[in-house]
């Protein structure tokens, strides 16, 4: 598949995802009133809306200007580690959660490095690119993860599962 191509397709689909999530929260306002439901909520919401604007910098700056998407990538990233790192230093204990969101920060600090070291993808014979689509698929796996375990009940507090 081209690159142009897949980012087309990762772009929407990640912004498709992030609707989805607002009306899942939409139909649960509860949510929102209890600030360590909405923390968790919001990073849902990341997880789906960084990917989205790095795949539409990726087919901005494409192979032609690559300091476009990779300048954006690199500053999204580091949005997405800190707000990932912010809500893991306010995990509850749940192992699951914990080892995703420590999961998630790890990749947005490689799609950091790649951003601004793009010759490490090379070394594995990678376009620079093409390691970043790796990377956000990566993100966007975690990102469901959370999804299903939060909407399942357990990522939740005991009262939202009752």
Do not use: K
Not at 30 to 50: C, K, N, Q, T
Not at 91 to 111: E, K, M, N, S
Not at 119 to 141: F, K, M, S, T, Y
Request: proline share 3%; hydrophobic share 55%.
């Amino acid at each position: 598949m081209d690159v142009s191509t897949f980012y087309a397709l990762f772009s929407a689909t990640c912004f498709t995802l992030v609707g989805l999530w607002w009306n899942v929260v939409q139909s649960h306002a509860a949510w929102m009133g209890d600030p360590a439901l909405r923390r968790v909520v919001g990073g849902i919401y990341l997880s789906f809306l960084l990917p989205a604007l790095m795949g539409l910098f990726a087919q901005v700056g494409g192979t032609e200007q690559p300091q476009v998407w990779r300048a954006a990538f690199v500053a999204l990233s580091v949005v997405g580690c800190a707000c990932t790192l912010r809500l893991l230093a306010r995990a509850r204990g749940d192992r699951f959660v914990t080892w995703q969101q420590a999961g998630a920060a790890l990749l947005y600090a490689l799609i950091a490095v790649v951003g601004a070291r793009p010759e490490l993808a090379r070394h594995l014979g990678l376009r620079p690119i093409q390691a970043e689509a790796l990377l956000l698929i990566g993100l966007i796996v975690l990102g469901h993860a959370l999804v299903w375990r939060f909407m399942a009940g357990e990522g939740r507090a005991e009262s939202e599962t009752a």
